[in-house]
């Protein structure tokens, strides 16, 4: 069975500070990983990894994948209270038919 | 724990045929379940979110009588595309709620529609 762990579930952070938050995944057919900022309804996407050891960037937000470690982690500098949300991590597979599992998520808090 | 299944994974119709896709949660009770629309630059949207025993809420936009959602029990939702047409198809997602008060969703492994 496919799994998607993210960890922490939660955290409270202090504006400026910066955070990383992980993503481990077992999979059979490994296609991509995704992570998706949740505030409150659809999840906006944020990053599609295909290929280990490059990182994404968006501003603040950055995310890299090891493909060997079968983890990605999401890094958030210098954060504002804007990014508190849940992030949640999914992973593609792919081979006979397309299915994808997500992580519950990590609730982050960021205060001022 | 906190499963959630959908059938079919994946579904291939005629365009004017109408498609049921199922999501099940399995080893816990579900207040609220949503449905998703995956796009192929990988964003979701939101069609609606389904509360057992009440109508759906549905979001601007989506059509209520071409999307038809029935969350006929605490572990079952279910989504009908009727008269299905080929820009019907994309890849449909559905999430589940244990309650109210809690934020964890638990989503599915989705379902591939294809209308020809």
């Known amino acids: 069975e496919d799994k998607v762990v993210q960890s922490p579930l939660s955290l409270v952070v202090h504006e400026g500070d910066t955070v990383t938050l992980n993503c481990s995944y077992e999979?059979?057919?490994?296609?991509?990983l995704l992570w998706y900022k949740q505030e409150k309804k659809a999840p906006t996407f944020l990053f599609m990894l295909?290929?280990?050891?490059i990182e994404k960037k968006s501003g603040r937000l950055s995310s890299i994948l090891d493909k060997k470690e079968l983890s990605s982690i999401l890094n958030i500098t210098a954060t504002q209270t804007g990014d508190s949300a849940i992030y949640l991590c999914?992973?593609?597979?792919?081979?006979?038919?397309?299915?994808?599992?997500f992580g519950i998520g990590t609730k982050l808090q960021v205060i001022p | 724990g906190a499963v959630v299944s959908q059938h079919p994974s994946r579904v291939i119709c005629k365009s004017g045929t109408s498609v049921k896709i199922e999501c099940r949660s399995l080893?816990?009770?579900?207040?609220?379940m949503f449905w998703y629309r995956q796009f192929p630059k990988k964003s979701l949207m939101l069609m609606a979110t389904?509360?057992?025993?009440?109508?759906?809420?549905?979001e601007q936009g989506v059509e209520k009588d071409k999307f038809l959602i029935n969350h006929a029990s605490l572990t079952l939702s279910t989504l009908t595309v009727t008269s299905a047409h080929p820009e019907d198809s994309s890849f449909y997602i559905c999430?589940?709620?244990?309650?109210?008060?809690?934020?964890?969703?638990?989503f599915g492994p989705g379902t591939r529609l294809t209308v020809t």
């Open positions: 999914a992973v593609e597979t792919s081979g006979g038919y397309q299915k994808v599992t």
């Open positions: 999979v059979t057919n490994f296609r991509s």
């Open positions: 295909t290929s280990s050891g």
């Open positions: 389904s509360n057992e025993g009440s109508k759906a809420t549905y």
């Open positions: 999430s589940a709620r244990v309650g109210a008060g809690a934020y964890e969703q638990y």
């Open positions: 080893d816990f009770q579900a207040t609220t």
